[in-house]
């Protein structure tokens, strides 16, 4: 028996080292979204796990994980205290990515080899699990490839949602507070776009187990309600900051691109029509898990076609079809599992066949990426070679005082003109290379100076299109060949920017650079131009702990910026006076002056805000450790007079 389940796992798992080896092996990734990701790691490594730590490397500063979900990171800086701190970000990120690649396969395989009982039958659909890359962002082309690696992880626990679920369907004794909690508030933390999905299943378990289903429902509601609760540390202040961040939702979902993507993939087809719930007991796992992808795909229409019309776009339909998916994948796994025993289709030719026709099947435009091509995983140490990155970091730390602009916010790594060929947001890394702050050389981002640098505006409104669209076209939502000098440099005073970086091939279309009064040009670093303004710029400078200083000019009730991101957690302050303060029109922060002299002096602290929603999370962490403790202690009497009534 232990055969039948430990065999598959390696063989599924020889698979996926085999992948990962020729993929990425050891090395730093440098492939579009990586190095963005590598530096939010740091970030929290840096700067602590607290969601409103202030990040002040990237867009004029920003509290960088309140407004992304924090749970891969949190995964990291475990990783960085379980090793006493003798592992680098490298390390760290590297391990990381190891992990998010091989979970979704892992997950499904234990949650399969539960619902039809035998690894064999398991093998096929884990191997699409761990495979699956067309028309989900978290598969491997969005999820590893591309780097969304936080989203990846997210759907891979959503079978492990499933899991303990079907376990508190099969006993009604039971009670779903335990792995179930920790399941669903870490699906939260690390990609709020599978809590539709997560939360679906909650509710499908709740209708399909047996026993009263108004205690069922009871029971769901505590689940949820308890995950909030123990979420609400991030959550909570996102909520109620939401005006402080702008949503991504450059992407939509169609019928007509579902029905595209069904006729171009024909294994998708095959998934859908095994997932239909025609076989099994209607109280078995495997109706459970044949209800889950149905109901999810119900959510995803009125997302689509209701919620997103109405201008509410902060879980885009394109981002929570991947929980549909993965339950697909799931409930045609357990369905195609359940018929195979049944018929006694266990024999390695019967899975040898089974896995042949996924793979075939999975093989048709690249439906499941069954084997990666080397050349298209380039790696940070080849990357930062062949653009010189050390010069240019070192010609960055020269310039002078302020923050660096970049023009565009990636680096292209091949030829071409198409602004979806292989990129590297490797800028994104600068302000750990160099101690510079920088603006843009990032992934798409949803703080409001972003949208002024994509589209020339901060105001509130989703940001509707991916950055690299815009790379080498316009900045701050003009044409660079019509972007005027005036106008350039007014925005570069506000954000204080004292130096811009652009690369040849633009060069000769931004012709605000051309004003020789304002820049001054650098010789080239390999195709990097750097272009240093004439005119001093100020931003605050870090004293100590949560205290910044930065000197100012003005007169009485003059409002001036202070060149950094506004939030609602700074406080303006000069010779013990307080000082008004709102958002300026780039989102930046502004302070009224008074008669004082002197710099004004800034304190980011948390507010009432983020300490009453940590508390909320403390207070059910609390509750949680009392329950679990009393819940081990009834289990363990049962034990005992189980054992005295059979003696």
Request: no cysteine.
């Amino acid at each position: 028996m232990a055969r039948s389940r430990l065999v598959p796992l390696a063989l599924l798992l020889a698979y996926g080292l085999g992948f990962g080896a020729s993929a990425f092996g050891f090395a730093l990734p440098a492939f579009d979204d990586h190095p963005g990701q590598v530096y939010r790691l740091w970030h929290v490594l840096t700067r602590g796990p607290t969601p409103w730590a202030w990040n002040p490397g990237w867009w004029t500063g920003y509290p960088e994980m309140q407004f992304y979900p924090p749970g891969f990171f949190y995964v990291g800086l475990l990783l960085r205290w379980l090793s006493l701190g003798a592992l680098s970000p490298h390390l760290i990120y590297q391990a990381l990515l190891w992990l998010t690649w091989l979970a979704p396969g892992v997950t499904v395989y234990v949650l399969l080899l539960r619902a039809v009982g035998n690894g064999w039958l398991a093998l096929p659909g884990s191997l699409v699990a761990l495979t699956l890359s067309t028309g989900v962002a978290s598969g491997v082309e969005g999820g590893v490839h591309i780097g969304m690696l936080p989203a990846r992880l997210g759907w891979a626990l959503l079978p492990l949602l499933a899991l303990v679920l079907i376990r508190w369907a099969d006993d009604e004794g039971s009670r779903p507070w335990g792995l179930a909690l920790i399941s669903l508030a870490a699906i939260v933390v690390t990609h709020p776009a599978h809590v539709p999905a997560a939360a679906v299943l909650v509710l499908v378990t709740a209708l399909s187990a047996p026993g009263s289903r108004a205690r069922r429902l009871r029971e769901a509601a505590v689940l949820l309600v308890g995950a909030a609760a123990l979420t609400s540390f991030w959550s909570l202040p996102l909520l109620i900051r939401l005006d402080h961040t702008r949503a991504l939702a450059w992407g939509r979902v169609t019928i007509g691109d579902v029905g595209s993507l069904l006729a171009r993939h024909p294994l998708l087809p095959l998934i859908v029509l095994l997932a239909l719930p025609l076989a099994g007991d209607p109280r078995s796992p495997v109706r459970i898990l044949q209800r889950w992808p149905w109901a999810t795909a119900l959510v995803v229409v009125v997302d689509a076609l209701v919620l997103e019309p109405l201008g509410l776009r902060w879980l885009p339909a394109d981002r929570i079809i991947d929980g549909m998916w993965i339950a697909f994948v799931v409930a045609a796994g357990s369905t195609a599992g359940a018929l195979m025993r049944q018929r006694g289709w266990a024999s390695p030719a019967a899975i040898v066949a089974a896995v042949a026709v996924v793979a075939g099947l999975g093989a048709v435009d690249r439906t499941l990426v069954l084997w990666p091509r080397p050349a298209d995983w380039p790696s940070y140490a080849a990357t930062a070679r062949g653009y010189q990155l050390e010069a240019l970091w070192g010609a960055l730390r020269t310039v002078p005082a302020g923050r660096v602009l970049f023009v565009r916010s990636s680096v292209p790594l091949v030829f071409g003109l198409e602004w979806w060929r292989p990129h590297s947001h490797v800028t994104a890394l600068t302000p750990i290379h160099t101690g510079r702050e920088i603006v843009n050389g990032t992934f798409t981002h949803p703080s409001p100076v972003a949208k002024l640098v994509y589209g020339g505006s901060a105001d509130p409104g989703a940001i509707t299109t991916l950055v690299e669209r815009v790379d080498g076209h316009s900045l701050f939502g003009r044409a660079l060949d019509r972007l005027d000098a005036t106008t350039f440099n007014a925005l570069l005073d506000r954000l204080g920017i004292s130096a811009v970086v652009v690369l040849d091939e633009d060069r000769p279309e931004l012709k605000a650079l051309a004003d020789a009064t304002a820049f001054t040009q650098r010789p080239p670093v390999g195709p990097f131009i750097i272009f240093e303004r004439r005119t001093a710029t100020t931003i605050p400078i870090h004293v100590a702990g949560d205290r910044w200083s930065i000197p100012v000019e003005g007169q009485p009730g003059e409002w001036v910026s202070l060149h950094v991101a506004y939030y609602p957690l700074w406080r303006a302050r000069r010779n013990d006076a307080s000082l008004a303060s709102r958002h300026g029109p780039a989102w930046d922060l502004e302070v009224r002056l008074d008669d004082g002299r002197g710099p004004v002096e800034l304190r980011y602290r948390a507010t009432a805000v983020e300490m009453g929603a940590t508390m909320v999370s403390v207070a059910a962490a609390a509750v949680w450790l009392v329950w679990s403790w009393r819940a081990r202690t009834r289990a363990s009497e049962r034990t005992v007079t189980q054992a005295r009534s059979s003696a």
